[in-house]
């Protein structure tokens, strides 16, 4: 270990135990030193791009202009979309259907951030020096208020009890037709982070996916917690974490979608439904799309080397896109950081703003997780700034962030693909009993803020009432953790 890491690690033994930091250390110093001697630490990109000394040098580094770029994305952009209020537009059609009530849906499954620890033990120490508690390594106290709880602790991540429970509740209660799983499934203790410990977790959920939902088309996709080195994936290379997935996932992908996943974890597949004999139906026309959003997180530390368009992510979602357009094809899109969250980098997230805009008409939704938290954002369009779509980020199955264990599930206008009702499932964790189902209804979307629908421009609104009204913004508030911390 490096004197930088002695020092790195001492200052961290202030808040954590000395063996988790020396953890921390092992898994992120490496990664952090290597890549920025790749780039950052070069003399000709210091004198030039850092210190701004060598200008009249060529240094070879250049700084592209994201207004260039996003010129390019729009310079084709369709002239329906002009006004910028293709969604909006569609659900005013849907709202003056006189037969609305009967007309078919769809029902959607999105949950995220399991972050399931098979450790975790009811009546330990929720309390302690480590990044998560609630283990038997922990001790077990006598003062009932430090003890874990049987279904989950805040602060903690979840006993496996949660999700075999929400499974109880997908497959009894919510029936849906389709699940996309957003990704983290591995605890949050990233200082013992190993390719046997991580690789044990995405198999566990993988068999209890093949036992538990198996009546349903299931979209899965890595979230930062999948990675064997924490948070960061290697795009000059495929990462062993999407070589070992594409066994486990297999069975989820055709033989395109698998092509493109290899590459780098992400990929484009038909929407399929299951039919009452067994078999898969593809839902013609309609896509879902998963994007890998490692290209954009701030703690992927090989991104202080690997710049621009990391995995050509972007060229690829753009020239998928283009493809559906052609084809008059529309799509759902699914990933794991949103990108209007502070994880994500801005200027990635700028350029994916434009593709978003560009294709207004084509993504119809989209879902992300990440931060644990129920939250929705809106896109706008680059030029005029006008609502053109809406982000759902769904709350966490984990507990860490001190909220209950939420999920959702959409239902979905089959003919436009456009979600109507945005329906919340919570577990409270501190009211229910031993041996009881925790998961129960909570609430949806335009019924708890009094919405019109769940368009673009009623987002908007929705978000001045926020800015505006007390009691609204601490609804959100407490919505937001669903009765957590
Ligand atoms: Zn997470
Ligand atoms: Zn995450």
Redesign the pocket.
Known sequence: MSSIEDSLVAACSVFLNWSTCAGFANNFAPIVVSNLLKLNLQNNYMCTNVLGLCADYNSGYVTLDPEQYIGGILADKPAILANDDFIDNLYKEIAADPAKDQRPTMKFVHFT?IHMDLLYRAGASKECADVICCRASDGYPTNASLQAGPLGTFGCDIPVDVVTQMGDIINNEVKPDVILWG??VTPHDQNSYTYDYVTSLQKRLDDWFGSNLTNYALYPLE???DFVEPNSQDFTKQDPMIAYNLQLWDRYFDDQAKAVYAKHGYYSQRLRTKQADGTMKDVEGVNVIAVNTEAC?SMNFYLLSQRNDPGDVLAWLNETLHGFEQRGEIAVLMA??PPGDA?CLYQWAYRFRAILDRFQHIVRWSVY????LEIMGVAHSIKNKKPTGVHFWSGSVSTWFEVNPSFKVFEVDTKTMLPIKSHTYVLDITNTEIGQQGWKYSHEITARYNMTDLSPSSFVALAERIRDNEDVALLYQRTQSNGGL
């Open positions: 951030d990704g983290d979230g930062n917690h997180y794991h950081h994880d997780g990440h931060v644990h």
